[in-house]
């Protein structure tokens, strides 16, 4: 990798001749630093005798600990937390000359706040902050919204692409909303995941009727705000697998001929150790 001379520096002895700078380490903001970086990161960690994951390149595994990687931030595990703080001393006096932060507990992790619950040993992740974001995004306010339902997340009518119906004068970004909520949904909220699908699918163009939906979601987050994955290991390590389908449960609401409302849905729930895991 090279890089034209900084403003003002001169090289003595070119004879007239233009010179590069030729990096004999990476920069922030390069193409390839991110690669470098996390092979710096993978070699230290392999040097410490951890593995990496064949199915989730940013997970190491060792015997008695695990690494969680996102970028520049990561999650110690341990049952054993002399273990961790050896690893980290390690790091400390190693020859990679790392410069990090230990911020201990972990208590937020990437805008998920991580609580402890002691008397089920179990942790619990939500995001009640990001659900602030969508509920001030979408300008909602419970007091003057009409026509929506907090009880489920979604409608009992599936959503249509309704292309006569109004337009509606709401003025907030719906596939900015809706992108937002699939955050959500796949990180602590998966009870809104079919809701969201199906607003999703009318990103492109969304009329009243799926705006209408879209605040149902949102009305319905209000009143979970603070809920949340829940993780209690079982010391069984049993695998199981929840599947559902509705098998063309559309096709008997409004147009039976629509294509959209013949087709079956399908979800599942894969958990391991009594953790969703999928």
Known sequence: MYTKLPAGMEVIGTNGFSCLLRLNKSLYGLKNDSLNWHNKLKMALE???FVESLSDPCVFIRKNMRVLVYVDNCILVSKDPSVVEQFIQSLKDGKENFDF???GSM??????DVSRLPADACLKLSQPFLI???IQAVNFDPKTTKGVCGNTPARHQLLSKAEDGPAGKATWKYRAKIGMLGYLQGTSHSDVSMSSHQCARFNNSPNLSHKRAAKNIVRYLLDTKYGGLSFKP???KVLECYVDTDFAGGWKDKDQDSPELVLYRTGSVIMYAGSPIR
């Open 132 to 134: 602030d974001r969508i």
């Open 101 to 103: 932060t230990d911020k």
């Open 234 to 236: 079982d010391t069984l």
């Open 47 to 49: 040097d410490r005798g």
């Open 107 to 112: 208590s937020s992790y990437l805008g998920v």
